[in-house]
């Protein structure tokens, strides 16, 4: 019965073991994987395209969308010069394309919705502007007009 309990602890100790070299393995694998994109000639480019997509809410940055455009196909260039197209160029290029497009696809509702309000405060500038110019009798019939109109 003894050695039964053994050989179930040896069993335990030799997966534990196991498991944890396996650990290691990946978390070493991990570590070089990361150096390996963080000294990727595309890393600064995605790292900046990552920027970009938490400040979207501030929309005076619209120029840097094309400046990072612009960076994108001259990196494409050089990497086809310099490297050939490994998985990790190809990951890299394709999640800053993703990245960009993630981008574009938050600022899409911003853009309608502040095109709308510009939209409704130049409407509400030209009502007002009408209605100081416009003779006083006349103000006051399209206030009556508007008043007994129950459906506006």
């Known amino acids: 019965m003894e050695s039964k309990s053994n050989e179930k602890n040896y069993e335990r100790q030799h997966k534990d073991e196991e498991l944890e070299q396996e650990q290691e393995g990946e978390q070493e694998n991990n570590e070089i994987l990361k150096r390996r994109i963080s000294s990727h000639p595309l890393y600064g480019l995605l790292v ?12 005076s940055n619209l120029d840097s969308v094309l400046k990072i455009d612009h960076e994108m ?12 197209q490994t998985e990790l160029d190809l990951f890299m290029e394709a999640y800053c394309m993703a990245l960009g497009q993630l981008k574009e696809a938050i600022e899409e509702p911003q853009k309608k919705s502040m095109a709308f309000i510009n939209n409704m405060h130049s409407q509400l500038r030209e009502l007002t502007m009408v209605t100081m110019h416009a003779p006083a009798d006349a103000t006051s019939s399209s206030e009556c007009k508007f008043r007994r109109n129950p459906t506006i």
């Open 48 to 59: 900046e395209t990552h920027l970009e997509c938490l400040k979207v809410g501030d929309i």
């Open 73 to 84: 196909q001259s990196m494409k260039k050089q990497n086809l010069g310099m490297f050939s």
